[in-house]
């Protein structure tokens, strides 16, 4: 401080004159300034008064920070561009649209699967006014939402009756919930899996109030195991689809039809008095909360597919993966499958089963509590639609890259690699495998070709390709950069073209032509 009373910066020259810090301080604008800018009182205008605001005046911190470390003060005709840049930033959607380049179909940290035109179009449609989710046209009155999905998933199954919650894992727990608390629910020990997010069916089925029984063992359980097990409290008989993983080797499983029969089988005998007495009955009533629990007088068989899948998966070279039409037909009482993996369609669980079954979950009150809103009731029956007119491949966007043939993403990766040459960036074609993914088909993959970049850092190359607008989200390997055209939907190959260009080194060398 001097004689004066004022600080003096650190950076005064002893004469009294400024010093370079201070005369760079000096040069900074104070926010009204700023604000009175047409430019910046446009922005205002679109974007609030107060973000712009505060957007100058954490611009003018930043730059006092720079000043600190040496830097200069910002030159006059940038803070437009800073505050602007800084206003968008801060109002951006953190949930963007990205190209998915990875060659894997289902990628559950990119949304899971595409919806079809006719999905996209139903959402806006429905989200656009006042619909009839739960209104009866031709009564006049309330009707049930639960209604409109049911028609569809049951005449595409066959089943008896069908419920729409928010994922699988919600249908799961439900089941579980609501049709046997209290009671045992019998599962091969090999089954007893854990999926993404720490879903452990193990842990469901505490949460649920039902006890867990493990029969079998790890890699081989038998009917028997299933029968022998089996008393005056089990509620059910569990199947659980491995769906992201696959045993193989010295391995056995019931068939469902079995366990099926197993059920059956126990359910004539309590009927004729020789599983449980009365006086059992009634305190099994009374252990779960006074409820019956199940339908009928044995126990459900409880078929938990995972993904799922209307269409045979064989027809594309791929392994079978369970169909929900099978499972009916061999007579479970409840499956469960997902909507936005092989359906194609939004996130849900579908539970479709006997009438008796699904009408006990409908009535829990925890159905209330997972149900789903209008906008995916909108994606799911366009959905479905495609199946019911046997347009599945041909417009949804996951069966459409399941059945694309590994020389139609090579004439598509090609016709890429041509006009990025013309544009100095150089690749070559390599063959590759695409996965289907998002717990759907473990070990299974597609030949494809790849368009692969060589690039002398690739993760800050990635990091770029990410910052792009849209985000282009591929994979790295051997230092290279390598997208799957197989995953990029036909109308964002522009887009790619374009991020490509404006976020990549061009190349310093000759064509590395086609690795094919």
């Known amino acids: 401080?001097?004689?004066?009373?004022?600080?003096?910066?650190?950076?005064?020259?002893?004469?009294?004159?400024?010093?370079?810090?201070?005369?760079?301080?000096?040069?900074?604008?104070?926010?009204?300034?700023?604000?009175?800018?047409?430019?910046?009182?446009?922005?205002?205008?679109?974007?609030?008064?107060?973000?712009?605001?505060?957007?100058?005046?954490?611009?003018?911190?930043?730059?006092?920070?720079?000043?600190?470390?040496?830097?200069?003060?910002?030159?006059?005709?940038?803070?437009?561009?800073?505050?602007?840049?800084?206003?968008?930033?801060?109002?951006?959607?953190?949930?963007?649209?990205?190209?998915?380049?990875?060659?894997?179909?289902?990628?559950?940290?990119?949304?899971?699967?595409?919806?079809?035109?006719?999905?996209?179009?139903?959402?806006?449609?429905?989200?656009?006014?006042?619909?009839?989710?739960?209104?009866?046209?031709?009564?006049?009155?309330?009707?049930?939402?639960?209604?409109?999905?049911?028609?569809?998933?049951?005449?595409?199954?066959?089943?008896?009756?069908?419920?729409?919650?928010?994922?699988?894992a919600a249908a799961v727990f439900l089941a579980l919930t609501a049709l046997c608390v209290g009671r045992e629910v019998i599962v091969s020990r090999g089954e007893l899996v854990e999926i993404g997010g720490g879903f452990r069916i193990p842990d469901v089925l505490r949460q649920s109030g039902a006890t867990l029984v493990e029969v079998g063992t790890t890699n081989r359980t038998h009917p028997h195991d299933f029968a022998a097990a089996m008393g005056p409290r089990t509620a059910a008989l569990m199947r659980i689809h491995a769906s992201n993983f696959k045993q193989v080797g010295f391995v056995k499983k019931p068939e469902l039809t079995e366990l099926v029969e197993i059920a059956r089988w126990q359910s004539s005998a309590g009927a004729r008095g020789s599983v449980e007495t009365a006086d059992a009955a009634d305190e099994r009533g009374a252990d779960a909360g006074g409820q019956r629990g199940v339908p009928g007088d044995g126990p459900?068989?409880?078929?938990?597919?995972?993904?799922?899948?209307?269409?045979?998966?064989?027809q594309f070279g791929l392994a079978p993966e369970p169909m929900v039409q099978s499972s009916v037909r061999a007579g479970a009482d409840v499956i469960t499958f997902s909507g936005d993996k092989l359906l194609g369609g939004p996130q849900a669980g579908l539970i479709v089963g006997k009438a008796e079954a699904i009408a006990g979950l409908r009535s829990h009150p925890l159905a209330r509590a997972l149900r789903v809103d209008k906008m995916t009731l909108a994606a799911l029956d366009a959905t479905l639609g495609a199946y019911r007119r046997g347009r599945a491949v041909d417009e949804l966007p996951v069966w459409r890259m399941i059945a694309q043939t590994s020389e139609a993403v090579e004439q598509r990766a090609r016709q890429v690699r041509r006009r990025l040459a013309a544009a100095n960036i150089e690749g070559e074609l390599v063959p590759g495998q695409s996965t289907v993914g998002g717990g759907s088909l473990p070990g299974e993959t597609l030949a494809t070709?790849?368009?692969?970049?060589?690039?002398?850092?690739?993760?800050?190359?990635?990091?770029?390709?990410?910052?792009?607008?849209?985000?282009?989200?591929?994979?790295?390997?051997?230092?290279?950069?390598?997208?799957?055209?197989?995953?990029?939907?036909?109308?964002?190959?522009?887009?790619?073209?374009e991020v490509l260009c404006s976020r990549l080194p061009v190349s310093d060398g000759g064509s590395s032509g086609d690795g094919l």
């Open 1 to 168: 401080m001097d004689e004066t009373g004022h600080n003096r910066s650190p950076n005064a020259s002893e004469g009294g004159k400024p010093g370079r810090e201070e005369a760079e301080y000096r040069k900074l604008p104070a926010v009204d300034k700023l604000l009175s800018l047409p430019e910046i009182a446009a922005l205002a205008a679109s974007h609030g008064g107060g973000p712009v605001t505060e957007a100058a005046r954490a611009e003018l911190d930043a730059a006092r920070t720079a000043i600190r470390k040496g830097q200069p003060a910002p030159a006059e005709g940038e803070w437009q561009e800073r505050i602007t840049d800084s206003v968008l930033a801060a109002s951006a959607s953190s949930l963007r649209p990205v190209i998915n380049a990875t060659g894997v179909l289902i990628h559950t940290n990119l949304g899971r699967t595409p919806l079809s035109s006719a999905a996209q179009e139903a959402v806006v449609r429905l989200a656009q006014g006042y619909s009839t989710l739960e209104y009866d046209l031709e009564a006049g009155q309330r009707g049930s939402r639960h209604a409109h999905p049911a028609r569809l998933l049951c005449e595409l199954t066959g089943a008896e009756d069908a419920l729409v919650v928010n994922n699988n």
């Open 300 to 314: 459900l068989v409880i078929d938990d597919l995972g993904s799922g899948t209307l269409l045979d998966t064989t």
């Open 449 to 497: 070709v790849l368009l692969a970049l060589d690039m002398p850092r690739p993760d800050s190359a990635a990091a770029a390709l990410r910052e792009g607008n849209p985000p282009v989200i591929c994979r790295i390997q051997n230092d290279r950069l390598l997208f799957d055209l197989r995953t990029v939907l036909p109308e964002q190959e522009q887009a790619l073209f």
